[in-house]
């Protein structure tokens, strides 16, 4: 079993930056790949940016490509979402996802409002 705790939403003006995060505990080890999604009301969650656990491979929406970066801090456990020019199309609940051989688990969410 994976837990997943995410923090860091808020409300942002337009060409702001946050920065959400990420805390994993239990079976860490057996984590493959953590990944940033969302979801916007009435559309599917969808991938926002994605890291593999060794190697650090990322990948990322070409929505989000040269303002989002995901980054990790394995001794802290924890991955990273740095969130910079954001939009309001960037509105969504944003969920953490961890990727074991077997399963996958999901966090509670954060609100991200992008809003003047």
């Known amino acids: 079993q994976v837990q997943l705790v995410e923090s860091g939403g808020g409300l942002v003006q337009p060409g702001g930056s946050l920065r959400l995060s990420c805390v994993a505990s239990?079976?860490?080890?057996?984590?493959?790949?953590m990944g940033w999604y969302r979801q916007a009301p009435g559309k599917q969650r969808e991938l926002v940016a994605a890291?593999?656990?060794?190697?650090?491979?990322?990948t990322y929406a070409d929505s989000v490509k040269g303002r989002f970066t995901i980054s990790r801090d394995n001794a802290k456990n924890t991955v990273y979402l740095q969130m910079n020019s954001l939009k309001p199309e960037d509105t969504a609940v944003y969920y953490c996802?961890?990727?074991?051989?077997?399963?996958?688990?999901w966090g509670q969410g954060t609100q991200v409002t992008v809003s003047s």
């Open positions: 239990g079976n860490i080890f057996s984590i493959n790949a």
């Open positions: 890291v593999i656990t060794r190697g650090g491979r990322t």
């Open positions: 996802k961890a990727t074991t051989s077997g399963s996958y688990y």
